[in-house]
């Protein structure tokens, strides 16, 4: 059985208006904390240890993240990503960068991965990011998601 993806975005999207959107005649909720919106999906009949039943489905929202200021980005990579990252002004981790980061101390680390909102690995450096960074990252929720060599997301940025 396949998920219609505009049911899905329709259904995404009127969850999150409901929760931001003012309505009028009242006041703003005022909220101190990160909002978040929890997805259940009750599956039934499929058994999901099967690999062609796996679902890994990723949608844009249409409601961007507004933040006051640029998020601070950390891109790991090598060669020209890493030369075009410079130059935007984003912080950079090479491949020795990232081992000179391994020898220092637990807090330290801890310290680094609490400064950056997102990292932006390439998928050839991901291998030494998980050996090296993912006991840190991957507890606060920041593990990167790789993007494949010569892929443009510099420009994204």
């Known amino acids: 059985m396949k998920v219609d993806d505009k049911l899905l975005k329709r259904s995404l999207n009127a969850a999150i208006d409901f929760s931001v959107i003012k ?10 904390f990160d909002e978040t919106i929890d997805i ?4 039934k009949d499929i058994n999901l240890n099967e690999p062609k039943n ?10 961007q993240v507004i933040t006051e200021d640029k ?15 410079k130059k935007l002004g984003v912080d950079t981790l090479d491949s020795d960068s990232l081992v000179k ?4 101390e637990k807090k330290y680390k801890k310290k680094f991965v609490k400064k950056y909102e997102y ?3 390439e998928d050839k450096m991901m291998r030494d990011v998980a ?7 991957g ?19």
Do not use: Q, W
């Not at 796996?54 to 409601?63: G, N, T």
């Not at 980061?101 to 220092?104: A, P, V, Y």
């Not at 507890?139 to 940025?157: A, D, E, Q, R």
């Open 23 to 32: 309505k009028e005649g009242f006041k703003d909720k005022i909220r101190k």
């Open 40 to 43: 259940i999906i009750n599956i």
């Open 54 to 63: 796996r679902i890994d489905k990723e949608i844009i929202l249409s409601h």
């Open 71 to 85: 998020p601070n980005i950390c891109v790991i990579a090598s060669d020209n990503i890493l030369l075009e990252a």
């Open 101 to 104: 980061l391994n020898n220092e």
């Open 119 to 121: 990292f932006v690995v």
């Open 131 to 137: 050996r090296y960074l993912a006991r840190f990252l």
């Open 139 to 157: 507890p606060v929720g920041k593990m990167p998601k790789p993007f494949p060599t010569g892929y443009g997301i510099i420009s994204n940025l």
